[in-house]
């Protein structure tokens, strides 16, 4: 319900008032338990503000006015559950986005992680909120152009991750539409990408840096001993406390002197004992000190313990994107493999009509010789009037078989 019977839902979306307060706690609440049962996501920690935006908009889309009938046609439809959890968990991204950020993270971060990587090391990154993989796939790209530069031995294995599994699906086909050539340089599209039908794939030898996995930032443990946390642009769609609570799992997730890159809007807050500045436009930090101590102190935040129940649906989401990924790549090699059956047949029509090409060749030479044969009977006879003709021609000979 929105509070104060003078505005509609389209009203209030126009005007200057803070939206938030618009909607009633009982409307929130009725949101919020609507959206935990379909997708299993919490969103009471996200910002209200930007959240309202979102549901008035959907509530105009729906031709509605007041948040009440949207919330029964939420309870009633779940596609319009699905198009309110898509808008609110806001997917946009691009490669390389902020391209200024990425040439300094090239240069002070992967630069720093290559160079100190010992042989053989496997570097390991992670990349929450990773959405359609963009975002993943270009850092990739760097520490790929990097272990180059210095021919360096050493193994990249970055891990992306998102609460959106069909932004996670996206990512794992690596498929992404011709527009994608406009951020990225001709020779990053050349080496990193083919070309297909309606858009661009990702190479298999850059795929192979990347896994891709469901992870809710809110509820799932995090991973650990990696070297960088590339997370942007998620933080700031969140409560400030809730912030907090995961910046601390990055910090615990991070090894020695680990690496943290967040979003130009976002920040580590009350975490900056536990990280330095490394560049204070671009958001980029280094771990100086371990966590722990921080949650008896400055955070007081207890570390989490996983239930069997959310370390099974965590393996579950695991299963079934390495499921996704198995599909694409059955997918991949059907379509090589008709690719070559294709082929195949081409080679045999092409030598079927070699064939053909080379018994006409072998017809005009019978007849050709044929006909030198005459002639030099001819010359023979105009030669040596009423003395006959011996036999061949000298240097004509029959024509070999034909070979197929
Ligand atoms: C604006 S996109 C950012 C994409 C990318 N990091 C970038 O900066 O280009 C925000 C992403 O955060 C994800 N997200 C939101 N809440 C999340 C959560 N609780 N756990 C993990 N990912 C979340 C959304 O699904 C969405 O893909």
Redesign the pocket.
Not at 89 to 93: D, G, I, K, N, S
Not at 128 to 131: D, E, H, K, N, V
Not at 215 to 218: G, K, Q, S, T, V
């Given at each position: 319900m929105i509070q104060g019977p003078e505005h509609t839902a389209q009203e209030a979306l126009a005007s200057e008032v803070p939206l938030a307060p618009l909607l009633s706690p009982a409307s929130w609440q009725a949101i919020f338990d609507c959206l935990l049962n379909e997708r299993g996501i919490d969103f009471s920690s996200y910002k209200r503000a930007t959240m309202s935006r979102r549901i008035l908009r959907r509530v105009g889309i729906a031709g509605l006015e007041q948040v009440d009938d949207y919330v029964c046609l939420l309870r009633a439809s779940a596609r319009e559950r699905h198009a309110l959890v898509r808008d609110l968990?806001?997917?946009?991204?691009q490669f390389f986005?902020d391209a200024e950020a990425f040439d300094v993270l090239e240069h002070e971060v992967i630069a720093d992680l290559v160079r100190s990587a010992c042989e053989r090391q496997t570097i390991r990154v992670w990349v929450?909120?990773?959405?359609t993989g963009?975002?993943a796939y270009s850092i990739a790209m760097l520490f790929q152009e990097a272990l180059d530069r210095v021919q360096s031995p050493a193994q990249v294995r970055i891990v992306a991750t998102?609460?959106?599994r069909q932004?996670i699906e996206v990512a794992v086909q690596g498929v992404y539409p011709e527009r994608i050539a406009e951020a990225l340089t001709p020779q990053r599209l050349q080496r990193f990408f083919c070309k297909e039908r309606n858009g661009y794939r990702v190479e298999r030898h850059l795929r192979k840096m990347l896994h891709f996995a469901p992870?809710?930032?809110?509820d799932d443990p995090p991973f650990t001993h990696v070297s960088l946390v590339s997370c942007?642009?998620?933080l700031i769609?969140l409560e400030t406390v809730v912030q907090q609570r995961i910046l601390a799992c990055f910090a615990n997730a991070l090894g020695r002197q680990g690496y943290l890159w967040l979003?130009p809007s976002e920040s580590c807050g009350s975490l900056s004992s536990v990280f330095r500045t490394v560049h204070a436009k671009w958001q980029i930090y280094r771990k100086v000190r371990a966590v722990k101590s921080l949650f008896d102190t400055e955070c007081n935040i207890t570390q989490r313990v996983y239930s069997p129940e959310q370390e099974l649906a965590y393996t579950k989401g695991y299963l079934r994107t390495t499921i996704a990924e198995l599909e694409s790549t059955r997918k991949q090699l059907q379509s090589s493999n008709e690719a070559l059956v294709a082929a195949r047949e081409e080679l045999q029509l092409t030598k079927e009509e070699l064939q053909s090409v080379y018994e006409e060749l072998h017809m005009v030479t019978v007849e050709s010789q044929k006909k030198i044969r005459a002639f030099s009977q001819l010359n023979h006879d105009i030669d040596n009037p009423g003395c006959p003709h011996e036999g061949k021609h000298e240097g004509i000979t029959e024509p070999g078989p034909i070979e197929g």
């Open positions: 968990l806001v997917r946009v991204t986005r929450p909120a990773c959405s963009e975002e998102d609460i959106d932004a992870h809710n930032l809110l942007r642009n998620c769609y979003g």
